[in-house]
DNA sequence: CGCGGCTTTGATGTTCATCAAGTAAAGTGG
DNA sequence: CCACTTTACTTGATGAACATCAAAGCCGCG
């Protein structure tokens, strides 16, 4: 396949031509059912598929939302600077977690960057096209909106979560939910540095470490780099529970 | 105007017999501006206006949701209940500032508890009705789009702000935010006790109350009971952005 | 090869939760 | 309406959890 560079956002990203459209996307399925081919057509007048390097940075906090964008494949993650610079990682998101959208229909521009973390494919579609949709279609609106409200309640619901422990239950969280809702696998490779860990779960890179380095003398898991394996599911478990 | 009494949820409430409509509802210009007539007349075939006094709960945490709910007048706390069983206040809602949709379309359950800080009205729409007029009205669906993706975003924005300030910020940040948000006057009463104060920005009753008298001491501030007045509104803000 | 960023461990200090104990206020039942 | 109970408020003392500081090894990259 061709690929075309192209600069925005002063970085350079990989543009792929239009060789493919959205009605024959494996996303069609999924995401947008309940457009129709028409409007499906529509929206793929204008729409621009990028492939971003491990990483790169796909959005930058601040820059003015321009288009509707969502994760076609890779892992991203998403970040927001405090009031004091310093990064929070907001959350971490697979294709169909959908969301790249709390700032899209509310902000003039995006409250928090966008970064590879794989190399990853991203489909962009004219933010007035597809406003133009959701005028037109209201089982997609609808759906739409079901999309919506659950990325934000998961938000919501696991920094609480995450807040309300202690940094071993913090530690022992994130690394069962990259285990099982990432990579569906006991042994697996992080894909953010210690120092990223910490501004997910809200914790400094040396604790993040020093508690990573009890559980491995705990023998509760293996380190090798940024290789992880879980020895004990359970005492994992039962240290996300009791804080 | 006559008052009914009806049991549901196993609360009384006071439901307000259909004298008004939604067509004539001062709120139509301000959240249903999209909305046609006929579909007015629609959802209001099945509303029910409640009025609930300070300190009654309006929804219970885990109930299903089988309606649209949205605030006329008064004000509200959400209410989620930890892994731990403590509580934590995700916001402090006044009408428009439309939070109780976080659930509304993507749970089936309500994830939070509503309660009544001062005597409030609700009014309640049947959800599946509400949800036949975003098919039909995609305009009227970008707008709850809108609504609904700022309120999330200003729970997440105000969640991250808050956990990255010590005690002297948090308390700073939440007394500025009743002052300049709820109330607009340098001088007003606290709607919620010194625990709840804890339960929102993440702190213990102790701590509230210690850094309270502090502010006091300094003379940032004056307090009479649940009444405050700040005295030194630049120190204040100071500390509220200091962390 | 050297520079900066990431990782690691240890020592130190501070912030904050917890515990304790007492007062005031508000709701409850006879 | 008053005794009673409960809940809210307040201050101080203590200790634990965690951030910060320091120092050194490691790795990739220009």
Partial sequence: ?????????????????????????????????????????????????????????????????????????????????????KERIICIARPLDYVSLLSTFSEKTYN??????????????????????VKQNGAF?????????????????????????????RIAYILLWFSQKIYHKMKFELPISRKEIGELINMTTENVIRILSEFRKDRIITIDGKTIEILNLEMLERLSKSG
């Fill in 112 to 133: 928090y960057s966008i970064s590879a973390l794989e190399e990853s494919s991203v489909c962009t579609i004219n933010l007035e096209s597809m406003k133009e949709v």
């Fill in 141 to 169: 609106a609808l759906e739409l909106l079901e999309h919506i409200t659950r990325s934000s309640n998961f938000v919501i619901q696991s920094t609480y979560d995450i807040d309300d422990k202690h940094l071993r239950g």
């Fill in 1 to 85: 396949m061709q690929v075309f560079r192209y600069d925005i956002y002063h970085i350079f990203m990989k543009i792929i031509p239009h060789t493919s459209n959205c009605k024959t996307c494996t996303f069609k399925s999924l995401l947008f059912t309940k457009m129709k081919d028409e409007e499906l057509q529509f929206v793929n007048k204008d729409r621009k598929e990028m492939v971003f390097d491990k990483g790169e940075m796909i959005i930058e906090e601040g820059t003015p939302v321009k288009e509707f964008l969502y994760l076609k494949r890779g892992l991203v993650k998403l970040v927001k600077k405090g009031e004091n610079q």
